[in-house]
C-alpha cells in the first residue's frame, strides 16, 4: 500500500524534480497573481474571480443561491470566502473531518500518529491568525505510513492534494545531489521558498528523505519557521512544513520491543516513551539533515511524529486493503500466504514486519 502511494507521489512532484545534470532547472519561474481586488485574483480557488469595478453581482447572488440549496458541509465558510471575496487562499480546501475519519480507517496500526497529526493540523486551522507555520517531522522506519499520512494530509487540505501548484516536494537525492554545491542548493532553496510563499502564503512545502540531506542545507529556511510577521516582505505564517526522515526508526523500534517485553501494550506507547530515542538518533547524529541545525535548537519543530513497527495482524489488514484497491477478490488464504511472506524482527519472536507494508503491493502477484 505505501510503496503505490509513494509511486504515486513522485508522480506528483515530477514536474518540480530536476537531473543531476542540470541542477537548477527544478526551479520554476515565479509568476505572481494578481493582488487581492484585482480582477482575476484568486483563479486558483474554482470560484469566481474578483468583479471588476461595476460589474454586475450575478455571479454573487448565484453562489449564495448555490450555497443556501446545499447542506452545509465542513469547512464551507472557507469555500464561500473564496467564492466572492478577494481574500482567497490559494486552493486551500481543509476537511478536518474527512483527514480524521481517513486516518481512523485506512491508516494502519499507528494510534499515535493519528493523535498527533490531528493535533497539530487542527489546532494550527483554528487559530486564524498563527503565530509561526505549521511544522511536523514524521520518523520512522520504511514502510510505516510516512509518505501514506503526508499526501494524506495534504489531499484533505488542498484542491488538488499533491498536483496542486501551492505543494512543493522536495527530495535530497533528486534536488540537491551533489554535496560540493550545497552554497548554490542554499540559494537555489531560499529564493524557491521565498518566491512561492510570495505568489501563495498558504503553501506547503514536503522534504523528503531528511536523513539523507547534507547537513547544515536544511537550516537556510530557518526564517521562515519561526514566529516573525513578515520575511523578505512576505507573511508567511499560513505555510504548513511536512519533514519525513527514516532516521530514529531503528531507535523507535527498539523502544517499542523493550516496552513489549516489559508487557506495555503497543497502544499504550506514548510519545513521552520516544522522544529521547528520537532526539539522539535524528538531532544528534552527524548524518543527519538536522544535525546540530538551528531548527532543532530555536524548537521551532512543533510535531515530532514517531510511526510505530507494524506486526503481523497489521501487514494482513495491508494485503486486504491491497487486494481490494487493485480490484481482486480478498481470499484469506492469499492474504496470510503475503503477509507470512515479509521478514520478521527480532529473530526469534518475530514480531514486528522488517519492510513494514511497503512490499506487500509487489508480493500479491505471487500468490495468485
Not at 300 to 314: A, E, G, T
Request: proline share 7%; glycine share 8%; charged share 20%.
Amino acid at each position: 500500500m505505501d510503496s503505490q502511494l509513494a509511486t504515486r507521489t513522485t508522480r506528483a512532484f515530477s514536474a518540480e524534480l530536476i537531473s543531476s545534470s542540470t541542477a537548477f532547472q527544478w526551479l520554476r519561474p515565479f509568476r505572481p497573481r494578481p493582488r487581492a481586488g484585482h480582477a482575476g485574483s484568486c483563479s486558483s480557488c474554482g470560484g469566481a474571480a474578483a468583479m471588476a469595478p461595476g460589474a454586475a453581482p450575478v455571479p454573487v447572488l448565484l453562489a449564495l443561491l448555490a450555497a443556501a440549496a446545499r447542506p452545509a458541509a465542513p469547512w464551507d465558510l472557507w469555500a464561500l470566502r473564496c467564492g466572492f471575496s478577494a481574500d482567497c487562499e490559494c486552493g486551500f480546501r481543509p476537511d478536518l473531518r474527512g483527514l480524521e475519519f481517513d486516518l481512523a480507517t485506512s491508516l494502519v496500526g499507528q494510534p499515535l500518529v493519528r493523535q498527533e497529526v490531528m493535533k497539530g493540523v487542527r489546532g494550527f486551522l483554528e487559530n486564524q491568525n498563527p503565530v509561526k507555520p505549521l511544522v511536523m517531522s514524521f520518523h520512522g522506519s520504511t514502510g510505516t505510513g510516512k509518505t501514506y499520512v503526508s499526501s494524506m494530509v495534504i489531499r484533505y487540505l488542498f484542491q488538488g492534494g499533491l498536483q496542486s501548484p501551492y505543494v512543493h516536494h522536495f527530495s535530497p537525492i533528486v534536488h540537491f545531489p551533489h554535496a560540493e554545491q550545497i552554497e548554490q542548493y542554499k540559494e537555489s532553496l531560499k529564493r524557491w521558498i521565498q518566491g512561492n510563499l510570495t505568489n501563495c502564503g498558504r503553501s506547503a512545502f514536503l522534504f523528503d528523505e531528511m536523513d539523507k540531506m547534507h547537513p547544515g542545507l536544511i537550516d537556510v529556511i530557518i526564517p521562515f519557521l519561526g514566529p516573525s510577521w513578515v520575511v523578505y516582505g512576505t507573511n508567511y505564517r499560513k505555510a504548513i512544513f511536512i519533514f519525513i526522515s527514516n532516521a530514529g526508526g531503528e531507535q523507535i523500534n527498539e523502544v517499542t520491543l523493550a516496552l513489549w517485553r516489559d508487557r506495555k501494550d503497543r497502544e499504550e506507547i506514548s510519545l513521552q516513551d520516544l522522544e529521547p530515542a528520537i532526539s539522539k538518533a535524528v538531532f544528534e547524529n552527524p548524518q543527519s539533515g538536522f544535525w546540530k541545525s538551528g531548527i532543532i535548537n530555536e524548537h521551532l519543530i512543533d510535531f515530532v511524529v514517531p510511526f510505530l513497527p507494524l506486526k503481523h495482524h497489521h501487514v494482513k489488514q495491508c494485503v486486504v486493503s491491497e487486494l481490494i484497491q487493485q480490484g481482486l477478490e480478498v481470499r484469506p488464504g492469499i492474504v496470510q500466504e503475503v503477509a507470512n511472506s515479509i521478514p520478521y524482527f527480532p529473530e526469534e519472536e518475530k514480531l514486528f514486519s522488517s519492510t513494514g507494508c511497503k512490499t506487500v503491493a509487489s508480493r500479491i502477484s505471487f500468490f495468485l
